[in-house]
Structure formats: C-alpha cells, structure tokens
C-alpha cells in the first residue's frame, strides 16, 4: 500500500539504522565511504547554495566569509581551516574522531568551494530566497544521509556533543551558545547574515528530521 506524500516527509525522532550504519567509527565499506562521500558533497552544496543567496548564511559559513575576506584563502580553505581548529579542541574534551569525522573536513570544504564556482550570487531577493531553501534542504538531506554511516560526527557536532557530555549542559543549550559565539564573530569579521540566517536555524533541525525519515522509510523492510 502506497503512503501520502505527508506521511512519507514525516520527520523522524532518532538516527535511523540502515544496512550502512557501521558498527564502528572506522569500519570502512564501499557502500558506507559512497554514501559518505554523497551526503557530506550534499552539505558542501548546500552552503554554497545559502552562500551564494546573498541573503545570509549559517552561522559557521558567516564565520567563514569573514576569515576569508581577512586572509589570503577562498571560502573552502577558511572553511577547512576553522575544522581543523575545531577539531584540536577535541583533544582536552577527549574527544575522538572517526574516517567520516577526517572526511568531513575535506569533502564539504571542497564541495563548498566548486559550488561557489558554479553557483551564481544573486542580487535578486526573491531568487536569493529560493537559493537559501534550496540550500537548507540540501544540508538537511546531506546531514541525514553522512549522519547515518555512523563514521564519526563533524568536527562541530564532535565538539558540541563532547563539551555536553563534559559539562552536563543541555546539548541544545550548548549549540545555541556555539553558534551564537561564531555567529558573533563572523558577522564583526564582515561575514553575511540576514534572513537565509534566520531561516536556517528555524529550518534545519525539521529538514535533518525529514531527511531521517524518508531514509528510514526506504530501508526498513
């Protein structure tokens, strides 16, 4: 029996298991590195989509723009350079990374960067916000699929999800106060924020949700 389009957009409250989720963080498979690989090349689009908007982008690429207009990088290298920093911090927190954790750094960075060079900027309002949604969906689809190989959180994940597990503070009190801090500090660094940033800290969490769901229902028999 077929399900309405509702139901089968219908978000989902946990990381589902799917015939890819590996048992460790470096348990390699062909299947797991590709599905890897095409969520995490998703989110770099995705950026590059909100980024290209003009019309404000998540908080970690505001950060980004605003490196990059300050040193002798493009937006990719700005971008791999704040993870890898981010990914020092895990060392106190004892924290460790895993293959998608390494991959994460290289692969969204890169996407980022081809998608900047292939995705016009717009001036136009109305087609900057068709950017921003476009962009939104794909980071929330890109964050479902790579979430689901179990190979390792993103250096910004990791580190949020260590400094929970260390302090004992709510795990969305200490996103927020992350991304507030680089929200902060990208915006003085001359990063875009606008309405695509407002729409992508109401929108992602329900658009990962969603992703979750529509994997789930394809692979649960």
């Not at 300050?70 to 920093?85: M, N, Q, R």
């Amino acid at each position: 029996m077929g399900v309405s389009f509702s139901e089968f957009l219908r978000p989902h409250r946990s990381i589902p298991i799917t015939p890819w989720t590996a048992p460790s963080r470096w348990a390699l498979s062909p299947l797991r590195f590709l599905v890897l690989f095409a969520g995490l090349t998703m989110f770099g689009v995705g950026e590059a989509f909100l980024l290209q908007s003009g019309i404000g982008n998540s908080p970690w690429t505001v950060l980004a723009e605003g490196l990059s207009l300050h040193l002798p990088i493009p937006i990719g290298g700005s971008t791999a350079l704040i993870s890898c920093v981010v990914l020092l911090l895990w060392i106190p927190l004892r924290e460790h990374p895993g293959f998608g954790t390494i991959l994460n750094i290289i692969v969204i960075a890169g996407a980022l960067q081809v998608g900047v060079a292939i995705i016009p900027h717009q001036d136009n309002y109305l087609i900057g916000l068709i950017f921003a949604l476009i962009g939104i969906a794909a980071i929330g689809i890109g964050s479902g699929i790579y979430i689901t190989c179990g190979l390792g959180p993103g250096p910004r994940d990791g580190l949020m999800t260590a400094l929970h597990n260390r302090t004992g503070i709510r795990i969305g009190r200490v996103r927020l106060t992350l991304e507030i801090l680089v929200l902060t500090a990208g915006w003085m660094l001359g990063g875009t924020v606008g309405l695509g940033t407002a729409l992508f800290a109401l929108l992602i969490g329900q658009s990962i949700a969603i992703c979750f769901g529509v994997v789930s229902r394809f692979t649960t028999r």
